[in-house]
């Protein structure tokens, strides 16, 4: 696989065999695909997700407590959906995927069919809850990349651009950080970092909105 906007067959012989060229496969779990983008891992994951919950509806939409089980759908649910989620990339398309993922949990739990009319923010009332999944992105990468800014490793040089590559290709390497909203820039994250306690009482517990980028 050639990971480009415009990606090109690339010709590699083993044995005298040609590899073959792919579009998309799965590597540890995560779906990884031609154009560098997270959209189709995102898809996918939901997917999985939804089926997760289908399996377990009754539990979920039963009378139990109502923080019971919003603690059951975070725990269960959630954690399919966002697996591998401190790695990726979001832009605009992704948030509305994922944004829309959260409130179909919601409206499934408490048996809110779409013809009923009822507006997203009555659903969040309902089960007293605010959007979070972003801000749970968010902190997972925050913690992610806490811990690689700390080593001395192939991919913190990746992360850097230290790997030669084209311009635009180093640009979208650096975006991943863009999530943690430091505007002072790579250098005072790393600063952070390097003082454990400095970097969770930045983002181990209020990180703030995501910043999407659409590229």
């Given amino acids: 696989m050639k990971i480009s906007r415009q990606p090109t067959p690339v010709t590699i012989k083993i044995d005298q065999k040609q590899l073959e060229n792919v579009k998309c496969f799965k590597y540890l779990g995560s779906l990884l695909t031609d154009d560098g983008r997270c959209t189709c891992e995102i898809k996918s994951r939901i997917a999985m997700a939804k089926a997760a919950f289908s399996k377990k509806k009754n539990l979920f939409t039963s009378k139990l407590d109502l923080n019971l089980r919003k603690k059951l759908v975070k725990c269960y649910i959630w954690s399919i959906a966002l697996y591998g989620a401190e790695t990726w990339t979001l832009r605009a398309v ?12 919601w409206r499934r739990m408490e048996k809110i069919s779409w013809t009923d009319y009822v507006r997203n923010e009555e659903v969040l009332i309902r089960v007293s809850e605010q959007r979070n999944i972003l801000h ?25 651009g230290k790997i030669e590559g084209r311009i635009e290709v180093t640009r979208r390497r650096k975006k991943m950080l863009d999530d ?17 306690i400095k970097w969770r009482n930045c983002f181990g517990r209020d990180c703030g909105p995501v910043v999407l980028t659409d590229y």
Avoid: P, T
């Fill in 94 to 105: 992704d948030q509305k995927h994922l944004e829309s993922f959260e409130m179909w949990c």
């Fill in 136 to 160: 749970e992105i968010r902190k997972r990468k925050a913690n992610w990349i806490g811990h690689v800014l700390c080593r001395n490793c192939l991919l913190k040089e990746v992360i850097e």
């Fill in 180 to 196: 943690l909203g430091d505007r002072r820039g790579y250098c005072h994250l790393k600063e952070k970092a390097l003082d454990h």
